[in-house]
Every structure is written in C-alpha cells, then in structure tokens.
C-alpha cells in the first residue's frame, strides 16, 4: 500500500512570506503528526491531528497552524518566514494512537528560507 | 517532563562486528518505547517497538528490551553490515496529562565499514 506522502518534497522562500506544506497519510490512519528536524534542535514536536481535531501542540509560536481534513490529509502552515524556519519537515501517521503502534514516517519536505 | 537520551555519535564499526547504542528515558506514566531509523534523504522508519516492562522488541536482526528498572532501551546487533549505515533514533510515546506525544532522542549516526 501506498506510503505517507509529502509535497512538495522541497521548497525555497523568502523570509516574510509563507508557506503550506501538505501530507496524506496511509489509508486508515486517522492520525498525523507534524515535526521539524534540524542539525541542531533534532526532531521536534510540532502538532497531532486525529479526526480533524488538534490533540496536541509542542512549543512552538503561532505562526506555526496546521489542520486536517475528513479524508485525514493534513496541511501546516508556517507564516512570516524566518531564516531559523530553514528546516526539514517531517510528517507521520498512525492508525490510531502511536504510542502502541508507532509512527509511519513521510520522506519529508526540505525547507529553505533565504 | 519527559526525555529520551541516547549516547552521541558517530559510531563507527567494521562489517560483522557487535553493535550497542545507549538509550534511557525519562517519563512521569509508562510510555511506551521505539527505536527508529533515518537513511539519507529519507523520513524515519519505526525499527521495533516495546510497550511494556520487560518487552522485546526485535527486527532485522536489531534487539531492545524495556528496563523499567535501570529506564533504559538499549539498542543491539550482533553482527552489523554496511547497509546498517544510517542515523538511530531513540524514542518514547506517553499519553499524560498534556495530551499525547512522541519524544525523540538526538539520534545516533552509526557508519559501518567493509
């Protein structure tokens, strides 16, 4: 069966503006997790979305939003672009909590902010 | 709040040789534990998972058993090769009282040579 898919795979913005990464997760899974992983932060923990509904949200300030709809495809958005947004985002989903199940990971999208 | 510490790489090891990554936890409940695995340019991939004490998780050869005890979930190999060549990562998921989440480890760059 299909993986978790990501687009676009990368992408290169100015500071200032902003941008809508995408995934659609495996059939069945009702669960997508969001995180940024970076050289020196490693994987953090951006946000969880089950059944359209945000769960979960690490620390990380409003600019960054994401949501998920009834076919479980989830978006996030990063507003007002900052250099340190320069980042590889990584979704993940789950059948249903991940916690017994483990995360299926996408391949990503590589942020670039100039 | 919750952690995960792995020991720091890299790692560098001759093809057949025994391979152990450190990995210890902190977690207020009883998360759940998982060691993933990053190739270049990929996403992560789950490697196996434990969700209770004394559990063994095991896959392609890669064992981890739960240390409630000692809170550790020690990554082993017996015999690695070069395709073992990747970034580990050590990880714990708990359901407390801030919702569900997924902790990382730093991850652990493991080179092997011929």
């Known amino acids: 069966k299909a993986g978790v898919t990501q687009t676009p795979r990368y992408l290169i913005k100015t500071r200032g503006q902003q941008v809508t990464l995408s995934c659609s997760p495996i059939?069945?899974?009702?669960?997508v997790s969001w995180y940024q992983q970076t050289p020196g932060q490693g994987l953090q923990f951006l946000f969880e979305y089950f059944s359209e509904t945000q769960r979960n949200k690490g620390n990380f300030p409003g600019r960054f939003s994401g949501r998920q709809f009834s076919n479980s495809r989830s978006e996030m958005n990063v507003s007002t672009l900052e250099l340190g947004d320069s980042a590889l985002y990584l979704c993940?989903?789950?059948?249903?909590?991940?916690?017994?199940?483990?995360?299926?990971f996408g391949s990503g999208t590589r942020l670039t902010v100039v | 709040g919750d952690s995960v510490t792995q020991m720091e790489g890299p790692v560098t090891l001759s093809e057949e040789a025994f391979l152990t990554i450190n990995c210890t936890y902190t977690?207020?409940?009883?998360?759940?534990l998982f060691w993933y695995v990053q190739y270049p340019g990929e996403g992560l991939q789950l490697l196996l998972k434990a969700t209770k004490a004394d559990d063994k998780g095991s896959n392609k050869g890669f064992e981890a058993t739960y240390r409630k005890e000692t809170t550790s979930f020690h990554l082993e190999k017996g015999s690695v090769q070069v395709s073992d060549s990747a970034v580990y990562f050590c990880a714990l998921s708990d359901d407390g009282t801030g919702g569900f989440k997924t902790i990382f480890g730093a991850g652990t760059r493991l080179f092997v040579k011929a």
């Open positions: 977690a207020t409940g009883y998360p759940s």
């Open positions: 059939s069945g899974h009702r669960s």
């Open positions: 993940a989903s789950s059948t249903g909590t991940p916690d017994n199940y483990g995360y299926t």
